[in-house]
């Protein structure tokens, strides 16, 4: 597969359907809610970041998203379909790119190829179905496309941060998704890599169109957004 | 090496030396999904359930094996759904385990009346009172290791690099991680046969952190596990036979020993 071919395959063409329509969502963590009827609407193509203090509900709002959350009342629609079901959220994660906030290494050693792989999961093999040679060079091209190519190789836990943050948006780029949902992208990194990595982000949105949705504390990192929304006291303010 | 394999030929040996190999060379591998899961309390707790089984095994007249074999891979489960049911932290669902256990083997030895020396056995293992049943549940347990890493390489690789996102990949988390503890503690009642309660990280632990500091991805950390985990259980047979040593002392010995020379040869790169 070739960069071309790559970029081809994963620019999102439009799409009637919101990306992503919240109702009157009322969820939490036991008795106590995190939000309370809380409703936004996101449209296919754009960028859009939710801004809020810690415990607003932010990393909240993407397990809603995901489906590993259920909200109480309300309902969570992605790319139209409304998430009921186990086959609705499984249908959802299928089309979502997930990067999630930036962990420190762990015990468990792995190339960043290997790690940028997992992303294919579901999309193109499982159990009993293995990797093909095309999602191991869709990985390379993924990788250049992030620019990290040479780095396929090496141990993810011996990554700089600002690289490991490259490999994580790889990862979810390999799964051709049409909604990229990105929890603390830039928190931990240092200022020339905050905004190395979003001057990233914009870049391969404005090439590829998918809808993404960036949970953070501040605009401090440079980002410029479509659209800003800030999360807070259970409520949501445009 | 015609003595090596004239003692080979005596059941007893044979079954040993069959046992201790397919032991280092699969179960060894799980040492690798323990410290990336952070399971070395879990895995604590179940040697200490091991005991208790196989005491209820002897005081009710069935094998120590029989009983642990039962008790470790149930407790495994038990301990993961009561935990989320209670309420419980893992420090304190570990706790709560290992007393209570200790407890009650300690009590039903006493109870059933077993003679001090096969209580000894159960604490620094038995191996040549191995039949050939046994090795044959060695080998199954070994197969299934092999056959869930084979299987499942992807999945577990998902799991155990980061939960959440394994989740978001629509990754079977809850169902891969009671699979690696049933597997856990399935390997821990047979490694307690082998080599008993104390020495049960020599073939479950001790080979999959040498291993971890070498290796630079998931599929050659198994390997190399693998590797450590076959030369710990060989090198301590052969050890052992030719000083007229225990068996598995002397296997935890080799274990303990290349733990050390990987540490030094690894010294400043090490991730375990």
Not at chain 1, 90 to 103: M, N
Not at chain 1, 147 to 172: K, M, N, P, Y
Not at chain 2, 176 to 193: D, E, N, Q, T, W
Request: with cysteine.
């Amino acid at each position: 597969m070739s960069s071309a071919d790559l970029l081809n395959d994963l620019t999102v063409r439009p799409h009637p359907d919101d990306a992503l329509c919240l109702q009157a969502v009322t969820a939490g963590y036991g008795s106590q809610p995190v939000f309370d009827r809380l409703s936004l609407q996101l449209q296919c193509g754009r960028i859009v970041g939710v801004l809020g203090p810690n415990g607003a509900g932010k990393t909240t709002l993407l397990r809603l998203v995901l489906g590993l959350l259920a909200p109480v009342s309300g309902t969570v629609a992605v790319l139209g379909r409304e998430l009921r079901n186990d086959a609705d959220r499984a249908w959802a994660r299928l089309r979502i790119g997930y990067v999630p906030q930036i962990q420190s290494p762990t015990a468990l050693p792995i190339t960043v190829a290997d790690s940028v792989l997992l992303g294919r999961w579901g999309r193109s093999f499982r159990f009993l179905k293995r990797p093909s040679r095309e999602d191991r060079e869709v990985v390379h091209e993924t990788l250049a496309l992030v620019g990290i190519a040479e780095l396929a190789e090496r141990d993810l836990a011996t990554l700089s941060g600002g690289q490991r943050q490259r490999a994580a948006l790889a990862r979810a780029l390999v799964r051709r998704p049409r909604l990229l949902l990105m929890d603390e992208p830039t928190t931990y990194l240092d200022r020339e890599a905050q905004r190395e990595l979003v001057h990233l982000i914009e870049r391969l949105h404005q090439r590829l169109h998918i809808t993404t949705l960036v949970v953070t504390h501040g605009l401090e990192a440079g980002w410029r957004f479509d659209r800003t929304v800030r999360l807070s006291g259970g409520g949501l303010d445009d | 090496m015609t003595e090596a394999l004239e003692l080979l030929s005596i059941p007893v040996i044979r079954h040993a030396f069959l046992g201790m190999l397919i032991a280092g060379a699969t179960l060894s591998t799980l040492g690798v999904v323990i410290v990336s899961l952070h399971l070395m309390a879990l895995r604590f707790t179940l040697m200490h359930v091991g005991l208790l089984g196989a005491a209820a095994g002897m005081s009710l007249g069935f094998s120590a094996t029989a009983g642990a074999f039962v008790l470790v891979p149930t407790a495994s489960v038990l301990m993961g759904t009561l935990g989320q049911r209670f309420r419980f932290t893992a420090s304190s669902m570990t706790g709560f385990f290992m007393t209570g256990s200790l407890a009650g083997a300690f009590l039903l030895l006493a109870r059933a009346g077993v003679p001090a020396m096969d209580v000894f056995g159960i604490f620094a293992g038995n191996i040549l009172m191995l039949t050939r049943v046994d090795v044959v549940m060695v080998g199954v347990l070994g197969a299934v290791v092999v056959l869930a890493f084979v299987v499942g390489y992807r999945e577990i690789q998902a799991v155990l690099l980061d939960r959440d996102l394994a989740l978001a990949l629509g990754v079977p988390v809850e169902a891969v991680i009671a699979g690696m503890f049933l597997l856990l503690g399935a390997a821990v009642a047979i490694a307690l046969r082998l080599v008993g309660a104390l020495l049960v990280d020599a073939i479950i632990l001790l080979p999959g952190i040498a291993a971890l500091r070498f290796a630079r991805g998931f599929g050659s950390a198994l390997l190399l596990s693998s590797l450590f985990g076959t030369i710990a259980c060989v090198g301590g047979f052969v050890v052992a036979l030719q000083f007229d040593l225990p068996i598995g002392a002397s296997a935890a010995a080799v274990s303990s020993g290349l733990l050390g020379v990987s540490a030094l040869v690894t010294r400043g790169k090490g991730r375990s």
